[in-house]
């Protein structure tokens, strides 16, 4: 009898543990790590799995079934991500498979759910061989087929490699949720007919041209800015330089003098042999740069504390450099990549080819084509520049990176599985690759601070900013006086009101953060006080004047603006609060004769949403931009002098522990976005508490006294950097199991952990989309072994997975809860 082989294996679902399947010897020898196998999982169901081991040891409670296909000639996960996502798992407390399935681009991930959709572009269908014709002759009858859709249509189980090979041949997509594509912007450019390049017919076409002067002119134009620079010449510098319209540029086109032709601006802006110089360093910059390389020496982190517009961006360019001559892979990790846009366009300027972007919303195919050049160390993947998601790529020789604004909570992935946090997780991956981490921010979270203060980091302090610029000046204005006084007009302030006037005066820029989107968060029945609630959950629903509709924030449920109050019909109903919508509102009164816009996440649904109010307010076209906190994300703004804020209270008064600390971070983030020139930018901040301890420190950029204030807090009310943070919660339809099941959590989990457990205990929002939400917390002090307490509540939790009166409710851990 021959030795049995065995492959162990990831399926991208949430059971702890990995399989056994049964392969040849053959196949044995094939087979390595990180390579995919089609395998059957249950009755019907057929994964792309991921090998973890080969070896002979047959499992012991089952007997392993066969593989079905192996689908990659070498693997497509390495051994270093292996390892990371063993960490992940262990750390954040979900499956290997639930990494596996966050990591890994759609299009690895065929299985039973998957979409298949046909491509728009016909292929050459005498290169498919008869099972691959079935398939795609049965999407031209129905465009979207599910795999077990195909396993019937082909009459057999194996169908990945017949999947595999279309996606290879262009046939079909993989189809995932509702992923907008990736279309880089394009920009019209105008050259010259190819026949006119003939210099004999250029010269009879010039004659000719005498009766036309004003086409004439603009052919002239066109060679002085050609003659100007060696960059493509878009369509509307044509038109301004020659002073002409649209209309003559048609007409030449129409006659073939000229042709228009569509350009990548990315192309624009660099064709390789424009690659921008990195700019020269201030002594600020250079001193802090010193510092930050002398710090690599002896420590693996260093946290750069540099205010807003100090140059941080320009420094990480001038370490980029150096990693990348070395021939060492650089990743950049951002909070978001649909908000920086202005930074990725800065880096393409000096690192044109060599930049990666890696993003959630580009398409299947970008992604894996991403992925590979990653993988193999592609010169085109040597930076590599992406949102949380990235920190699962491929690396090959990783020598540095980059989070930069370190502290946005958007870090940390909070649904589904794994809830990473990626600034933690580049620290472990950097220390897999005896790479070095930048940690760059104006606000540090006050985590990293600590550790900086205790010497486990290095710390870089940046006080300057760029050009001796100043600060902004900050300045509270106490609306309690200002209401009694009645100085009020709608929301805005007299003093706000006048600043605002005297910046559009001077053709300069204004803007204004409110935290709320919607128009007025609560509708109110003046009569019997009834407003009306989501059905699915337990809010409030949300007036949206422009829709005229009540919305729910959590579930998206909205109807019509009712006219009487559905509890009583009084018709007396009365808004209150105030959101992003209102302010637009009373602006477009107060200020008929500018341009007002709006970014929330109403306005920027739609495609580049954020790039076009973005392009927008840079170009001039939008005088006031009034928006959330999507404001505060590093933009850089030239012309902007004025920043208000309408209500600072609501952000204090969030039930959190990090609250202060956010707001802090929050305020001082939009008001980096003031006076980013020579003239001093001015911040209003207008609020109840004038004489809060976080807004007076707001107002002096006094991050230093808000760490110490905080800290303390911290420390006596056991909180992180102090100790570490578990939140569980509990989750189902049934309120009384929701409350069964969570009571006899904390309970299970009080006889260990004693008075370091909290709750369980409703949240301020009990019930989102139908569904009872009950919460533990559990504080780790320092000194606790956090995989012996790990190991604890796996135990716990695998017991309450067997109490039969449990069934179905839905237990979610989250480590490091932010
Ligand atoms: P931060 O990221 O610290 O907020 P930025 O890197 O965005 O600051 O820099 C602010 C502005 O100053 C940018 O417009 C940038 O181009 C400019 N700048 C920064 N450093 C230099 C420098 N050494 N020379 C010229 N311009 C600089
Ligand atoms: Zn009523
Ligand atoms: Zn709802």
């Known amino acids: 009898m021959t030795t049995p082989y065995f492959i162990d294996v990831i399926l991208p679902i949430p059971l702890h543990k990995e399989f056994t399947y049964r392969i040849s010897e053959t196949e044995a020898n094939f087979i390595q790590p990180g390579m995919r196998v089609a395998v059957q999982f249950g009755k019907t169901k057929v994964y792309a799995a991921i090998v973890t081991n080969v070896h002979q040891t ?78 795609y002759e049965a999407l031209h009858y129905q465009s979207v087929l599910r795999i077990q859709e195909i396993i019937d249509i082909l009459g057999k189980k194996n169908v990945l490699p017949v999947i595999k090979s279309l996606i ?61 620079s060696e960059d493509p010449v878009k369509v509307n510098e044509l038109v301004k330089a020659s002073n002409t319209s649209s209309a003559v540029i048609k007409a030449l086109v129409d006659k073939q003098v000229l042709e228009v032709y569509q350009l990548q601006t990315d192309r624009v802006q660099y064709h390789s042999d424009s690659v921008e110089d990195a700019k020269q360093l201030n002594p600020y910059q250079q001193k802090a740069l010193d510092e930050i ?32 001559q070395q021939g060492k892979q650089v990743l950049y990790l951002l909070p978001e990549i649909a908000l920086t846009t202005q930074l990725i366009s800065r880096l393409q300027q000096y690192f044109g080819e060599q930049l990666t972007v890696y993003h959630s919303k580009y398409s299947v195919n970008e992604r894996v084509e991403a992925w590979n050049n990653i993988r193999d ?33 958007t870090f940390k992935q909070y649904d589904p599985a794994p809830r990473y946090h990626a600034r933690d997780t580049a620290i472990v991956i950097a220390k897999m690759f005896g790479a070095k981490v930048l940690l760059g921010s104006a606000t540090p979270a006050l985590e990293t601070y600590y550790n900086a203060k205790q010497g486990k980091y290095a710390l870089v302090e940046l006080t300057r900013r760029h050009g001796n610029v100043l600060m902004p000046e900050i300045n509270l204005v106490d609306l309690k006086t200002k209401y009694k006084r009645k100085e009020m007009t709608g929301h805005f302030s007299d003093v706000l009101l006048e600043n605002i006037q005297e ?40 007036y949206h004047n422009y829709k005229n509709q009540l919305r729910c924030h959590y579930c998206g449920y909205h109807m019509a ?44 649904r739609g495609k580049h949403g954020y790039e076009k109010i973005i392009n927008r307010f840079e170009q001039g076209e939008v005088h006031i931009l009034v928006g959330t906190q999507m404001l505060s994300k590093g933009l850089d703004f030239r012309n902007v002098t004025l920043v208000g804020i309408m209500n600072a209270d609501n952000l204090l008064n969030f039930p959190d522990f990090r609250a202060h600390e956010r707001s802090f971070q929050l305020i001082q983030q939009v008001s980096g976005r003031a006076g980013r020139t020579e003239k001093r930018g001015k911040v209003l901040v207008q609020t109840y508490n004038p004489f809060h301890q976080i807004l007076q420190q707001v107002s002096v950029n006094d991050y230093s006294g808000m760490f110490k204030d905080q800290i303390e807090e911290r420390h006596q ?48 929002i009990a019930r989102i989309r139908n569904q009872y939400h009950k919460n533990i917390l559990i504080k780790i002090p320092q000194g606790q072994s956090l995989s012996k307490t790990k190991a604890v509540i796996k135990k716990i939790n695998t017991t309450f997975s067997s109490i039969k009166d449990f069934s179905g409710v839905r237990v979610i851990y989250n480590v490091d809860n932010q």
């Open 503 to 542: 910046a559009l005066k001077e053709g300069e820029q204004v803007i204004l953060f409110q935290n709320r989107r919607g128009y007025s968060p609560v509708v109110e029945c003046n009569t019997c006080g009834h407003s009306p609630q989501c059905p699915n959950c337990d809010v409030s629903l949300t």
């Open 293 to 324: 390389e002398h710090s690599f020496t002896d420590k693996e982190v260093c946290m750069l504390h540099g205010v807003t517009s100090s140059g941080k961006t320009e420094i990480y360019v001038q370490l980029i450099q150096k990693v990348i």
């Open 717 to 764: 009310y056991k909180y992180p950097p102090f100790f570490r943070l578990i939140k569980i919660t509990i989750k189902h339809k049934d309120y009384n199991k929701v409350n069964n099941a969570a009571g006899w959590l904390a309970k299970s989990l009080r006889n260990v952990f004693k008075d370091n457990v909290l709750g369980p205990e409703f949240p301020p």
């Open 58 to 135: 047959p499992p012991e409670v089952y007997e392993a079934k066969e593989i079905e296909h192996i689908l990659d000639e070498i693997p497509i996960v390495t051994q270093k991500q292996l390892a990371l996502w063993t960490w992940m798992a262990e750390y954040y407390l979900c499956s290997k498979g639930e990494v596996m399935r966050a990591a890994l681009p759609g299009a690895f991930l065929l299985e039973s759910e998957t979409i298949i959709n046909k491509k728009e572009l016909t292929i050459d269908e005498s290169d498919l061989k008869d099972d691959e014709f079935l398939l």
């Open 377 to 409: 160390n592609k010169s085109k993947a040597q930076i590599i520049i992406g949102a949380r998601s990235a920190i699962f790529l491929p690396f090959q020789d990783l020598g540095l990176i980059i989070v930069d604004e370190e502290h946005e909570s």
């Open 168 to 228: 290879e041949k262009g046939a079909i997509t993989v189809q995932e949720e509702i992923y907008e594509q990736y279309k880089p912007k394009l920009v019209r450019c105008v050259q010259l007919h190819q026949q006119y390049r003939d210099e004999d017919n250029l010269r009879a076409l010039l004659d000719q041209m005498n009766r036309a002067p004003k086409q004439k002119a603009v052919v002239m134009h066109l060679f002085t800015l050609q003659a100007k």
């Open 561 to 604: 603006m009712q006219q009487q109050c559905m509890s009583c019909s009084s018709t007396d109903l009365s808004t209150k609060g105030f959101g992003t919508e209102q302010i637009e509102k009373e602006l477009v009164d107060l200020f008929p004769d500018h341009v007002i816009a709006r970014m929330d996440q109403d306005t920027t």
